[in-house]
């Protein structure tokens, strides 16, 4: 299929029209012709390249009743993804080569975008032992991201193995930032609400601490070191410092860091439980200086679905975690784009460009150019709709955002040259 | 009032003293009466639903709603369907459908009554909520200081112990703040919660130095095995620091009382010759626990006291 997106504005300039064939940008330009062509009206729409997570949850295999490879895909394509790492914490855990191959092989037969599995860091995310690190590099689905997520690797002898193993294939290890001792039964972040709810705290020195440790041995070992969520202004403060030094560090910011705080703890509906915890007014307003300024690279979703009766319970009871997908570059737009402080390439940079190059994706993060792959999306900056849960593709519900009017709607979204989304709506 | 009493936030001053005057009219009725009931909530329903061991809580409140003739129910989660993983949903549903009026829910789960207000059209009466709240134990508090000291207003309380675990010192902090009394926070540092700076109290780590300013004690449970966790080093420690014994006790005011709202541990928070001793309104705070928890059902569920 060719596609003649007609009108459309790449980082929001001026407007052109864009013919993607054989799955590729094969032209650009004003006035384009192309026989046989489908034609995107996208007068007004704004085209940026198709957007990469390196924080995907699709419980796929083990928990399919929350999510599977495909109905994650569809939420993905639905924010204007092209990629998404999906992370090791199922069960079993991808651990080996043969999990990882299992998940990408999910994700080229969904073919919404492509699924790009991320290896746990030690055997069963047990923190004891590093697992087979190099089959899972060496399997079909080329894994360059590990990651224990969900656990720390506290163990700093351990962590520092993994960093100066992983060099061997330019991989780099994401890092959930959270020393285990600080954070027993921590329910949400440590401070004024927690206390007067009497929640136990998850104080932000825990996430700190393990961030500072982690930049010294990434800069000692000269290896690459990505943070994954950071939650707190100390965080961003440390990741500036460790990139002054040199460090080989990148860091990534859920959408709800940039727009919720603990106040939502007060409703007591355990949809806003989630891991690291939602902060401070102070530490939100950190994190969005972080992202504009570059400190922190990307946004990643930590897209965390949770099957109903695993939300729907007392908060200390619930798992956490959030839907993220959907609604990620919305949050974006409301909270970096619309203020001013980051403009679409800014977007492109930190939703694309930035996170294909963590991950090492050749075919993603690329400019909207002639030759170029034919991933990107169209985004209309100017519409405003009220999240509704029921009308997510996510097979879960347990989105943060229902209730709320958020900015911006994708369009389309094409995968090398093929429409994944066309007016507003899945293709498949 | 609002349909639930889930934390004292609920309660304004008004609703507060309502509550604490309804018990002493209820007190009064009740007064040298052979039969101890009322009729005030005949046909209604009223289920304890009790996640967490707690007898003197449920006796209490089970009393309270027996002498307004109330029908009660006792669900305990211990031998129930909640052993075999009924949810809390499933649990609210089914009270729901049998037509309880009234939930009275002790959980170990911080905000647990919160969440099963969304699911019944009943009132939810907190009865005691994770390291949260525990509203009706600080009405009692409240009324069990006014009945001794005749007032509120200006009262100075010590609250003593394990703030950080404790839903009893939240709830009094808040209502005793409500109400027009000075409190200050005694711990070591360890039991304080990051962030108690932000509440209508006064924080200390000197038990000495603020017992002589205080008019009423109250000494909260703190559980041996903290020490395990390393919040204090040793149960000796604590109890040299920061436990009531009768030459601390001397140090108060002369009309001074000493609180607990039990269950005691005789020997760490406080001394057997404290406990014992005419300050001591423990046995009285029990009694005003019946009153005030009739207070409260009567109020959320309608009716005039006779």
Redesign the interface.
Known sequence: MTYLIKGAKPYGEDAVDLLLEDGRIAAIGTELAADGAEVVQAAGLVALPGLVDLHTHLREPGREDAETVETGSRAAALGGFTAVHAMANTDPVADTAGVVEQVWRLGQEAGLVDVVPVGAVTVGLEGERLAELGAMADSAARVRVFSDDGHCVSDPALMRRALEYVKAFDGVVAQHAEEPRLTAGAQMHEGDRSASLGLTGWPAAAEEAIIARDVLLAGHVGARLHVCHVSTAGSVEILRWAKSRGVQVTAEVTPHHLLLTDACAETWDPVFKVNPPLRTDADVEALRAGLADGTIDAVGTDHAPHAVEDKESEWAQARPGMLGLEQALSVVVQTMVEPGRLDWRGVADRMSVRPAGIGRLTGHGRPLAVGEPANLLLIDPTARSVVDPAALASRSRNSPYAGRELPGRVVATFLRGSATVLDGKATR | MKRHLLEVADLDRADATLVLDTAAQIDQALAGREVKKLPTLRGRTVVNLFYEDSTRTRISFELAAKRLSADVINFSAKGSSVSKGE???DTALTLEAMGSDAVVVR?S????P??LANWVRGSVVNAG?????HPTQALLDAYTIRRRLGRLEGVRVAVVGDVLHS?VA?SNVGLLHTLGAEVTLVAPPTLL????R??PAEVSYDLDAVLPKSDVVMMLRVQAERMNASFFPSAREYSRRYGLDAPRMAALPDDAIVMHPGPMNRGMEIAAEVADSVRSTIVEQVANGVSVRMAVLYLLLGGSPQ
């Open positions: 949810s809390l949903k959980h789960a911080s905000g647990a919160h969440r909520d994770g390291t949260h709240e839903r939240r919660p990051v962030g108690v932000s509440w």
